[in-house]
């Protein structure tokens, strides 16, 4: 199966893919301009300036998003209006990455050092009302997270593990019972969990995405016509359509030409709502 390339070039550094109904359309990040990108139907790509880094958005119950900028959160209104929070640290050595939304509304989001430190980074849980709390520690690139179709279990890649790890996941609990679900040939980067339970990962590198089996066997691969490969997410009106982001960070010029479009393909298989963002 091969994913047809449905933008131009519009990113650096593509990421963070999300789709969503009150959006009319998929939203996705530039994440070291700092910008959220809007697609719409029609093909018009609107851009929102929300910090120095963009690097993941979801929904949020109350209405606009919910935007991981460098060192914690924003939230975006209907209207393009950014509200930074509070910063989640001070140092100027680590910055947010990718994330997701557990089915009880929490959010989690994930960080990793600008130069790559092992063990400098962590995941954190945002619950409602709540402060963030620290989900894992000793990560290295925090990337992406989602969660089976019943809610009970999580799908998580720190890249250079070159794993998918699953959890068991509660309300009250959280993330436990960490194991590998899968072992990727290359670096996982972001996922999405299809309506059946398939994990589906970015291969960044590695010019696809990759579908693995609710019992960890790989059968699917997209090939995508750019090799780093960031992000993947359901969409469209049945959310039978694959959109997937790349990257042409650290790329000369005319190298990999498609590096920072979006691409799309229809894989045979629907995905899941993304949960909004309770908080």
Known sequence: MRAERLTDSITHHGEGACWWPGWGGLACVDMLAGDVLHLAGSGQVTRTQVGDVAAMIRPRAAGGAVVAVERGLALLDEEGGVDPLRPVWESPAIRMNEGG?????????????????????????????????TALDAVTISNGIDFSP????????????????????????????????????????????DAEGGVWTAVFG????????????????????????????????DLEQLFVTTSRENLAEGVDPAAGSVFVARPGVRGKLVTPFAG
């Open 206 to 237: 590695g010019s696809r995405v990759e579908r693995w089996s609710p019992e960890g066997v790989r059968d699917a691969v997209i090939e995508v016509g750019a090799a780093q490969v960031t992000s993947c997410a359901f969409g469209g009106p």
């Open 150 to 193: 019943d809610g009970r279990l999580a799908y998580y890649n720190d890249t250079p593990t070159g794993q998918i790890a699953c959890f068991d996941f509660d309300p009250e609990s959280g993330l436990t019972g960490r194991r590998v679900h899968a072992r990727v040939e290359g670096n996982p980067d972001g996922l999405t969990v």
């Open 101 to 133: 939304v557990a089915p009880d509304g929490s959010l989690y989001v994930g960080s990793m050092a600008y130069d790559q430190a092992k063990g400098a980074a962590r995941l954190y849980r945002v619950r409602p009302g709540r402060g963030p709390e």
